[in-house]
């Protein structure tokens, strides 16, 4: 299988290493190589028909912060244009118009590639257009990674449990905040102290509103609700509470009941919402840590609870792994 990665940030890089490391693998379980003809950033494109080296395409973005020495001019054209069999697309998350992904993944996906991709934004506000373009050009969207990194719940729910039927899920999706909360409740620290130190460890971006006010757990809300429950909801569509007003005195009185705040996203019948909620301490959506959880509640298996690590270079490559190898074993899944 040939692949085109478009984005080589941190998520780039890392499904490259994975690439690199899983060789042996694609060659003994599926007879193939899986082979990297082309990758672009932000500036530069590195492209060889034949196959470009996992490790030199990430030493040359280490070295140089560019993955490749040519210029990245027209990388539309170039992903509906080059031959590969997939694009996996990496780029950063943008909840406004959700470019550059959107385009990039509608033109790889009408010139007939299958697509694997870690970008909420254009499944948070497109998701029923791109699944009807996945399905008229009879390729595969797979998107694994763009909710919970390492927790496999999207692929768990649609294809393990697709003789469930799911009535609701509730569940932490983003581990910035949980880290926070945790942070404030443990130590006693005022939450803008336990943002910085999130921020020194590498946890919260520089600027952190897509995390603390619960811009990323909607988004991730509002695809889950398109890709488990089948709905036709965008990110706006997800009512959002986030934790930036969380007081060391809401976190004390809580303490007091024996309960932990949890930033919470849940779909229930007509609830879609993401919001700041009372947990009872014990209780396995009052865990700490980065982490990120997951509670499907079904007719037939009852209570299934997936947790996972929900971010970070090797987490979120793990899941775009599986995606990797479903679409090797032709595993073809309905976009809903």
Do not use: W
Request: with cysteine; charged share 25%.
């Amino acid at each position: 299988m040939r692949v085109l990665i478009a984005g080589f940030g941190t998520v780039g890089q890392g499904i490259a290493e994975v690439i690199g490391m899983r060789q042996n693998l694609f060659s003994s379980e599926f007879g193939q190589k899986v082979e990297i003809i082309g990758a672009f950033d932000s500036s530069s494109f590195a492209g060889n028909p034949r196959g470009l080296d996992p490790a030199e395409l990430v030493s040359q973005k280490k070295t140089s912060g560019k993955v490749g020495v040519k210029r990245a001019d027209d990388m539309v054209k170039l992903i509906g244009e080059l031959d590969y069999d997939a694009l996996i697309e990496t780029t950063p998350t943008n909840v406004v118009d959700s470019e550059p992904g959107l385009t990039y993944i509608t033109t790889a996906l009408n010139a007939g590639k299958n697509v694997i991709t870690s970008n909420k934004g254009p499944l948070a506000l497109k998701f029923r257009e791109l699944c009807r373009t996945a399905e008229k050009n009879d390729v595969q969207l797979r998107y694994e990674a763009s909710v919970g990194g390492a927790m496999p719940i999207i692929n768990l729910s649609r294809e393990l449990l697709r003789g469930e039927q799911i009535y609701s899920l509730r569940g932490i999706l983003n581990g910035t905040c949980n880290f926070i909360l945790n942070r404030m409740k443990d130590e006693g620290l005022p939450f803008e102290q336990a943002l910085r130190e999130a921020q020194e460890l590498g946890y919260a971006e520089r600027d952190p509103t897509y995390d603390i006010d619960g811009v990323d757990s909607a988004a991730k809300l509002a695809i889950l609700a398109n890709a488990i429950f089948g709905m036709n909801v965008t990110y706006h569509d997800v009512t959002r509470t986030g934790i930036r007003n969380i007081s060391e005195e809401a976190i004390a009185m809580a303490s007091e009941q024996n309960k932990v705040i949890r930033l919470i996203g849940e779909i229930s019948g007509n609830k879609l919402e993401v919001s700041p909620r009372l947990v009872p301490s014990g209780h396995p959506l009052s865990i700490g840590g980065t982490l990120n959880i997951v509670q499907l509640i079904t007719d037939l298996a009852g209570e299934v609870t997936v947790a996972g690590r929900g971010a970070g270079r090797m987490e979120t490559a793990s899941a775009m792994l599986s995606d990797i190898i479903a679409i090797l074993t032709d595993e073809q899944a309905k976009c809903r």
